[in-house]
């Protein structure tokens, strides 16, 4: 543990904030609720770091034991500002750079740590000075998946030009988003040209004359594990089970699957859906429900069906996520570019990497370094974009 300088609170006095280095397998009761509530006060929300979900990560996708839960306390039992795992990284790219990063797994699919909003400058200026402490920590604090000049973005921004240095985006990527006042049918009416809707409407014709077709969604209480077993069925079945990238090719993630579901679901975060033909799905989707946003996780569907759009189909019915009060927007967590969903959802979420410089003089060094041969690089790339929406090529 580590405690840093005092700073003032709101009501005059002061308090030492704590960094400490937590193991996610051992928290005390204590701890536990901390993460738990800072979940609810986070100026931006990410399930992907709520315990409920990340803890599970750290436990079954992190084998060789390389992340570091941070958690920063004001004092010793005050209330946790902010959580984020980090990891020391020997290569950055192709460069052999050690550096201080975000730490992720392929289906960790939003970087942000989870901060107390109004407390997001300070969140990174502690971090960014235990990292400058930390004897393991050189060069930079990379941080993958911000979202562009949300809260976090703009504090890191802040507080690295208050150090003396820069927050570079290295890297930025857009994707589908889910975010209007309009009606699931207007919304529909007007993402989808006329043509394909009368297309989709025969598709749900012809698939309705192949049997009793139905849409079920997950309800509070309802024994969730039936709902678990047939997706990592459904998802295994097609191209992903085939290349060994399903959830259920691998032991540890279908057992991080399993926890992670059931994790949402005891939350109260869980919205999982399926388009059912006699009772059997042909399509299914989890969707991670954190006020005031949503992250669509994971899709699965029939490949024997694909002539009647079960996908697609689900999505139409998946709209009726802009009818709830709660829930603003809802990020597709897709590839840029996704064929489906981007036909689907008409708005974008930026999100971008971020390197901040550590403040040691061969830190900043290297960060200059480094950072002129990506500008280098780009020139001699002649790349057309701006270099904010390139991707670094080291």
Known sequence: MTVHPAFPTSAGEVSPLTVRIVDPLALSPDLAAAWDRLAGEASEPNPFAERWCLQSALHLLDPERRARLVMVRDGSDGPVIGVM???SARHYGRLPLRHVTGWAHPNHFHGAPLVRAGFESLFWSILLGWCDAAPWAHTLLHVPRLT???PLHRALVDVARVRGGEA?????????????????DDYWDGAVRAKKRKELRRQANRLAEQGAVGFRRWQAG?????WIDAFLTLEARGWKGRAGSALASHGETEAWFRAVLTGAANAGKLDMRALDL???PLAMLVNFLCPPGGFSFKTAFDEHYARFSPGVLLQQANLDLLDDPKVAWVDSCAAPGHPMIDSVWRERRALVWVNAPLSAPADRLRFAMLDKAERLWRRWKGAAAPANEVESPL
């Open 168 to 184: 570079n985006v290295v890297h930025r990527e857009e994707r589908a988003l889910l975010e209007s006042p309009l009606s699931p």
């Open 148 to 150: 562009e000049n949300g």
């Open 278 to 280: 006699d009772g059997r």
């Open 222 to 226: 309802e024994e969730i594990d039936p």
């Open 85 to 87: 795992p980090v990891a």
